[in-house]
């Protein structure tokens, strides 16, 4: 090891190239050792883990020390009422915030008690959107044109570079001589970001050859990814999901402490008007604490919980009660690739009954033993709503924070739209 050290030191070894001489568990006991000389820190901790490295070093990370441990909570069973998914569902979550998985389970007691959550995916597309220069508007107009009149083309060297994904549609889009081509693909059990970005270079090099316009950048942020865009709220990127629950008077005295006028109005004012005049993309409570949770305990991208924040709260006076509903536009998710392989994410993964990929050709049925549960609810919004004087029994201890809604999760498999 002092040999290595040394050598870090004096610049003649870079820190990236230990696994180029060493096996990676080696490597990454010298990294560790390393920075804890420079730094004065001793890490035993971060260097006690038990997930394989050797997927890792070559597909997650880069100067890997060890692992930073983040606490798993299960909460269910949550009772689900999918197309793809029809069951009941131990929910996984990853998180450092107290309460929060409390929270969840609280939500999924109710909905369970109330016989399930209806959940169904809307749509299911992941997208790219390269940006080109065109040299007037006029040519920007032409640009756009080629583009509306050649789907055939742009799909067939679309699919050329993916074994599994599926062109579904190009969008244009101008501003001034930017045009920017919005492309969606059917990523099937990926959540698909590098097969669309892969796919999108060469659509955008077909589209500069055939037209003239200058290709500037793969992505020109119109996908959205990784930001909060109208877009993905209007037009939905990954999965759009909805999840809905019938609630009964009496089980939102007895569980929620509060009555169906107070929840409604509490949406309304909050979630809704709220949201709206904070011009926020988010009309819901707090779904971004769950997305959060089922992102990291499964392998997904946290990044993308800003897309996942965008949750539509809505709650409808029905006979006898109320009906909750959830809408994630922009959900991207997948079942393989990026950290779903890491070991610990797999075994999260498993529980849900969706680790790893399904054949292509598989029937639905069969597929259905690899769906995840559509449908995530920490339905506890009535946290933030004035209490009910209650004399019923049970606890009534605060939950503190993670007032989400009733969040729908789903699962990684291709289904169609016309659902």
Not at 36 to 45: C, I, N, Q
Not at 292 to 316: L, N, R, W
Not at 365 to 387: E, F, H, T, V
Request: proline share 5%.
């Amino acid at each position: 090891m002092d040999e290595y050290i040394g050598r870090l030191k004096d610049g003649s070894l870079k820190l990236y190239a230990l696994e180029t001489e060493l096996p990676p568990e080696e490597a990454v006991r010298v990294r560790r050792a390393f920075v804890e000389g420079e730094t004065g820190a001793a890490l035993p901790k971060v260097g006690s883990f038990s997930i394989g490295l050797d997927r890792v070093v070559k597909r997650n990370i880069e100067n890997m020390i060890g692992t930073v441990q983040v606490p798993l909570g299960v909460a269910g069973p949550l009772r689900v009422k999918g197309e793809y998914a029809d069951g009941s569902y131990y929910l996984p979550l990853a998180t450092t915030e107290g309460a929060l998985v409390a929270s969840v389970n609280r939500g999924c007691s109710l909905v369970t008690r109330a016989g399930g959550a209806d959940v169904r995916i809307m749509r299911d597309g992941m997208t790219r959107a390269p940006v080109f220069a065109a040299r007037d508007v006029v040519h920007a107009r032409e640009v756009a044109a080629w583009v509306e009149s050649h789907a055939a083309e742009i799909r067939e060297v679309a699919e050329s570079t993916t074994k599994h994904g599926e062109f579904r549609e190009a969008v244009t889009y101008v501003a001034g001589t930017s045009v920017f081509v919005r492309l969606e693909f059917d990523t099937k059990d990926a959540m698909g970001m590098n097969m669309v970005t892969i796919a999108g270079q060469k659509v955008g090099e077909l589209i500069e050859r055939e037209t003239g316009a200058r290709l500037v950048a793969t992505s020109g942020n119109m996908c959205t990814d990784k930001k909060p865009a109208a877009i993905n709220l209007v037009r939905g990127r990954g999965k759009t999901v909805a999840a809905g629950v019938r609630l009964t008077d009496a089980a939102i005295v007895d569980l929620l402490k509060t009555d169906a006028e107070t929840l409604i109005e509490v949406n309304y004012r909050k979630n809704l008007v709220g949201s709206a005049r904070a011009a926020s993309f988010g009309f819901n409570a707090h779904a971004a604490n769950v997305v959060a949770a089922m992102f990291i305990a499964c392998g997904q991208d946290p990044a993308h919980v800003v897309e996942g924040s965008t949750a539509i709260t809505t709650v409808d006076r029905v006979d006898g009660g109320v009906y909750v509903a959830v809408t994630l536009p922009s959900l991207p998710v997948g079942t393989v690739g990026g950290g779903t392989g890491v070991d610990t994410q797999q075994e999260c993964l498993a529980m849900l009954g969706v680790a790893g990929g399904g054949d292509r050709r598989e029937p639905t049925q069969r597929r259905l033993r690899r769906s995840s549960p559509p449908g995530c609810s920490p339905a506890n919004s009535p946290s933030s709503a004035p209490s009910r004087p209650s004399t019923s029994p049970g606890p009534t201890r605060s939950t503190g924070g993670g007032d989400g809604p009733v969040l729908p999760w789903c699962r990684g498999v291709r289904v169609h739209e016309n659902i």
